[in-house]
């Protein structure tokens, strides 16, 4: 079925991203990182517009946000109840526990950094009637950061697919070592000023 996603790309180009990105964020398997590192390589062939392909991945991703966030508004804790068995339970129960514990950068990091549990902290924001706003914006920020790398390193690598993975997946190791790194060091800070 990928085989399929990816030989659509250069015919369905943006509409296609916008349904895969969308499909993603409700938690559906598609393969929308893959189909962005494949549209950036057609946008850098001239094949596609760049800017094209990027608005409309980054259109379907924030809609599928705010449907899993607005689905979940409605539910409520019944409808977590409901998703939350079988394999699902883990990514609910980690989900949970990242957006009580940090708020909306649970949601900016769950968009790129830990994606597998960007749907279920859409989801668990909307259900425990987590701000709209706030949501609105740090997910739109954190899905216009998993776009930009996405398909910013398939334009840059060009045709040679392998590559772009590999350099987003560096990427992504080198923000998640980073990220780790400003949050020990703000702990430390905390603790040393609750010392003096």
Sequence with gaps: ?????????????????????YLS??????????????????????D???????????AGAVAGDQTGYWLARR???????RLGHGARAPLITRARALVAARGALAVFLSRWLVSPLGPYAN???????????????A???????????YIGAGYSF???????TEFAGSILGFLAAGAVTLGLGWALLRAVKRKE
């Design 1 to 21: 079925m990928t085989d399929w996603f990816l030989a659509a790309v250069p015919t369905y180009g943006p509409w296609l991203l916008a349904l895969a990105t």
């Design 123 to 137: 989801l668990v924001t909307g259900a425990t009637r987590f701000g709209w706003l706030p949501f609105t914006l």
């Design 139 to 149: 997910g739109m920020v954190g899905e216009a950061v998993w776009v930009a790398l």
């Design 75 to 81: 539910g409520g804790a019944p409808l977590l109840d």
């Design 158 to 164: 060009g045709s040679n697919l392998q590559a772009a």
């Design 25 to 46: 964020c409700l938690a559906l398997p598609m393969p929308a990182s893959l189909l962005m590192l494949t549209a950036g390589g057609f946008a850098a062939a001239g």
């Design 48 to 58: 596609l517009v760049l800017w094209q392909v990027a608005g409309a991945a980054l």
